[in-house]
Structure formats: structure tokens, C-alpha cells
């Protein structure tokens, strides 16, 4: 094909995958001259949308693209999330919370948490999350944005992210796409033209006979893969030894109970149930594995464990834990469920989206589609799901429980090599290993295998150089001007209040 600057591009499918990709395009091309941008979607077909949860990477994006938190936050009905919180997954009755942010303070050099397991060698036992301003607030239903200008308060080491309706994210970024060039079309696509020789995407033909023709063409169409899967036959790779929960069963319910600013993660006899607090109303899910539960029972066990009355019936989803082994191939590069899946339990499912896109603008192509840059798309879009799928196995292999068949599957995983390595790392010495800046910090690895029971066989020597009377008066401290600090922020209510994003009550939905 010539070299030519790509002139048309075609956003198969809308929902968060489609308008994300929609809003950040024309908003870093849009100027761009004769581009133009055009989304399919059909009012039809829903989308898979039940309720979103975040990571603090999100707000780059929400950067990126100019958007006014106060106004995202009060748009989408969002809450603030500082972190996610795990239940029952060591064993019955145990808890603890992967935070966003950072650990106390590092000292001598070294980080903080090797001074933590020397202090529990000197009988201090104070859990992790009590070193974690991000933990300690949540679970006091506290927030405030993190203060990078004050550097010696806890509140310079908060990361935060958000909660929010799916459905009202995607049209929130529908109206900014719009407003900056972007057509949709309103359709349903029955039939794809490919170039005999090449195989290439040419255009898509909808059910009315209309025909939509493209250079570059962006497959959200979620599971259903229309372009890269079905069309250009890209195989699915598929993880569901490693991670076997291929259901999930949704149901909405009335405002009850605490809206603590953090998802919750409660591990249920043969999979895990998800709890993410809106403002206008709780999100639930039950993912679980077939292989080890029924559906009837599945649902049974949700309906049992609301908060509130349920909103809406049961959305019974399906899904193979994986991902196509090429997220772009010719002229389709895709975006979401329709480039692969990965059980949302630490919230990844936008965050793909956003890399995937950050990377296609990276190497947006010329009507030449380079190969060279298609591969190295390829080979980091792959590393971005390996490194989500070993840090998902680590929930599932560390835990002692034995209740049911499910978790002794589980328990005796064979983990993969990356997460091997991490495992034997920390068993020995304490220490955390991150690899080609993947996108769990050493935070998100310490909480996790700390969280969940994994003793560490050491720590660095150089945290054995306090004086122990010195050690324990620092370890003491911190965990003091964290409570300080919590006792000084507002409730996240009041501060949604103070902001001017709460919604207005009358959208509260209560039982």
C-alpha cells in the first residue's frame, strides 16, 4: 500500500471502549487535516457495562482529554475509590486493602515496608494497611485529593480513582467526541468488505444498505471480536487454567449500607463477588467458575449478599479468560472485550482500553501499515495482559482456604514463571520485584502477597541498622500522623458536597 497519511477512521462499537477511543482520537487528531472519525453503534445491541471501578491511571486520561473532574465525577455518578478492599480470601474472616499510593515513609535508602517486617521480628504487629493513608481512609469513608505540595504529609503519597455508571461514562465521552468532530452512525453491521489481495478491511456494510468505508479501522465490538476475530480470524489465547471464573451473573441495588470510597472483592465458594458503591446506587457481580457452580446457584448467592433491593434482573455474562494473539492486524486494531478479557478484580478493564489506545497513538500509522510497528504494538499489548494475568493468579494461589473444591484447584495452581519468580523472591528476602515498568507498582505486589499470608523469609539487612528502640518509635509515628491526617479529611460525602459533583438526592435510588 502507498504511504499516505490515513485520512478515514471507523470505530466499530461504542459502549466505554468505542467513545474512549472516539474522545481521545479527535482529541489529539482531530485537527489533523481531512481526518475523519466515524463510530458504528447500534441502540440495539447493549453493551456489557455494569458498573465501573478504576485505577489511578485514569486520570491521565481524564487529563488528556480537559475534562472537569467536578463535572465527570457528578455526570457519571461517580465515587472516589482509594483502593480496593479484599475479603475472605486468605481465609474466612480475614481482610485487608490494596491501596492506592504508597506504604509510611522509606528510610535509609530502602523501602518501607523491609522496616515493617523488622518490626513485626521485634513484636510490633500492626497490620500493613495501617501504614497506608489510601487504606485507612477508605475504610473510614474519608477523601481529599492528594497535597504533592506538602511532601512531609500522608496525603502527599494518596492515588486515587474513581467508581462510576458505565453507561453514563460512555455517553459523558459521546457528547465530548461529538463535540469534537466525531460522527456516529446508527446501525447494525451485517456484512464486512475485505480487499481480495491484501485482506485488509475496506468497509462495513449495515443492515439498511448504508456502507461505511475506512483506512484505519477500531474494533470495539466487544466478545462478539466482528473484525479481529471473526473476520480476520485472529486466534484467542486462552488463560482458564490459570484463571478458571468464565461466569459472572450482575445485578444493581438500592444506596445501603457504608459508600466507603473503595471496591469490594469478597471471595464466595467457587469464585468472588464484586460491590462498587455509586452514588446513585451499588453495583454487584458474582464471578464464578462454571466447572465448579450453576448458574441458578450463582444467582442465588448474589441476591443473597445485596446490600439493597436489586434494581434490575440478572445479567448473566460469559467469558474465557485471555486475549487475541494479535491486538491489531492489517488495518484492525482492537480495543476491549473485542481484544481480549481479564476478570475485572483488580478493576484493569479500562486501563486496557486507555494503554491500547496511548499505544496506537504511539504508532498511529500511514496507509503503509508498517509491520514493524504493528509488531512492537503487538508485543506490548501482550505483556500488558501477561503481567495483569500473573498479578490476578497471585489472589487465587495465595490463600489457605480448603472449603471447597474450587479454592483446592486454586491453591495447588501451577503459577506462571513471572509470578513464580516473584513469589520466590519475596519468600526469601522480602523483596518485591518489578519488571519493564508493568503497571502493578511494588505496592500493589507487597499488599497483595502480604495481604494474603505469604511470609517473607528475610528483609534488607540494611533495615536491621536501626536501633530496634529507634525502629519501633518511627514505625509508631507513622501510623500516628496517618490517623491524624484521616481524622483532619472530610467524609467523602461532604467533600462531594463541598465540590459541587454530588448529584442531586432526588437520583439517590433507596429501598
Known amino acids: 500500500m502507498s504511504s499516505q497519511p490515513i485520512r478515514e477512521v471507523v470505530i466499530v462499537g461504542g459502549g466505554t471502549a468505542g467513545w474512549m477511543a472516539a474522545a481521545a482520537i479527535s482529541k489529539i487528531m482531530g485537527a489533523f487535516p481531512g481526518l475523519s472519525i466515524r463510530l458504528i453503534e447500534s441502540e440495539a445491541i447493549g453493551t456489557v457495562g455494569v458498573g465501573e471501578a478504576t485505577i489511578p491511571q485514569i486520570n491521565q486520561f481524564n487529563k488528556l482529554l480537559g475534562i472537569n473532574e467536578n463535572e465527570f465525577v457528578r455526570q457519571t455518578h461517580a465515587t472516589y475509590k482509594l483502593g480496593i478492599e479484599f475479603v475472605d480470601w486468605t481465609h474466612l474472616g480475614d481482610r485487608y486493602v490494596h491501596p492506592f499510593g504508597f506504604y509510611g515513609i522509606d528510610m535509609l535508602g530502602i523501602e518501607f515496608h523491609h522496616f515493617w517486617l523488622k518490626g513485626r521480628e521485634l513484636g510490633d504487629m500492626a497490620m500493613l494497611d495501617e501504614y497506608s493513608i489510601g487504606a485507612m481512609a477508605g475504610k473510614a469513608n474519608k477523601f481529599f485529593w492528594p497535597q504533592a505540595d506538602q511532601p512531609n504529609s500522608p496525603l502527599a503519597r494518596l492515588g486515587y480513582a474513581f467508581q462510576f455508571d458505565a453507561g453514563r461514562y460512555a455517553r459523558f465521552l459521546r457528547g465530548m467526541a461529538e463535540g469534537q468532530g466525531v460522527t456516529r452512525i446508527e446501525g447494525r453491521i451485517n456484512e464486512v468488505e475485505q480487499d481480495p489481495e491484501s485482506g485488509f478491511v475496506k468497509a462495513v456494510k449495515l443492515e439498511n444498505g448504508e456502507r461505511v468505508s475506512g483506512e484505519l479501522f477500531i474494533d470495539c465490538s466487544g466478545f462478539r471480536s466482528l473484525l479481529l476475530g471473526q473476520t480476520l480470524g485472529v486466534d484467542f489465547k486462552d488463560w482458564s487454567k490459570w484463571l478458571p471464573c468464565d461466569r459472572a451473573v450482575a445485578i444493581p441495588c438500592t444506596t445501603a449500607g457504608d459508600r466507603e470510597p473503595l471496591t469490594r472483592s469478597t471471595a464466595r465458594s467457587a469464585g468472588w463477588q464484586w460491590r462498587i458503591p455509586l452514588q446513585h446506587r451499588i453495583g454487584n457481580g458474582h464471578v464464578y467458575a462454571s466447572s465448579f457452580m450453576e448458574q441458578d446457584e450463582a444467582t442465588e448467592l448474589l441476591l443473597a449478599n445485596l446490600d439493597g433491593e436489586p434494581l434490575a434482573e440478572p445479567n448473566q455474562l460469559r467469558f474465557t479468560a485471555g486475549h487475541r494473539v494479535k491486538g491489531w492486524d492489517k488495518n484492525v486494531v482492537a480495543l476491549g472485550l473485542a481484544g481480549g478479557f481479564l476478570e475485572p478484580l483488580e478493576s484493569t478493564a479500562i486501563h486496557l482500553v486507555q494503554a491500547g489506545i496511548a499505544r496506537l497513538m504511539a504508532y498511529f500509522p500511514t496507509t503503509a501499515f508498517t509491520q514493524t510497528e504493528i509488531d512492537h504494538f503487538n508485543a ?132
Not at 499489548?381 to 487465587?396: A, C, G, N, W
Open 380 to 511: 506490548e499489548t501482550e505483556q500488558d495482559y501477561i503481567d495483569i494475568r500473573d498479578f490476578l493468579v497471585l489472589h487465587y494461589k495465595a490463600t489457605t482456604r480448603d472449603d471447597s473444591e474450587f479454592w483446592n484447584y486454586c491453591r495447588n495452581l501451577e503459577p506462571p514463571d513471572g509470578l513464580k519468580e516473584k513469589l520466590e523472591m519475596f519468600r526469601s528476602s522480602g523483596r518485591v520485584i518489578r519488571n519493564h515498568n508493568e503497571l502493578f507498582t511494588e505496592t500493589s505486589w507487597l499488599s497483595v502477597m502480604a495481604g494474603q499470608g505469604i511470609e517473607p523469609g528475610g528483609y534488607h539487612p540494611v533495615a536491621g541498622m536501626l536501633p530496634e528502640e529507634e525502629l519501633l518509635k518511627r514505625l509508631a509515628h507513622v501510623r500516628q500522623v496517618i490517623q491524624q491526617a484521616v481524622g483532619q479529611m472530610p467524609t467523602q460525602e461532604d467533600f462531594l458536597q463541598s465540590q459541587g459533583s454530588a448529584i442531586d438526592p432526588s437520583q439517590h435510588v433507596t429501598a
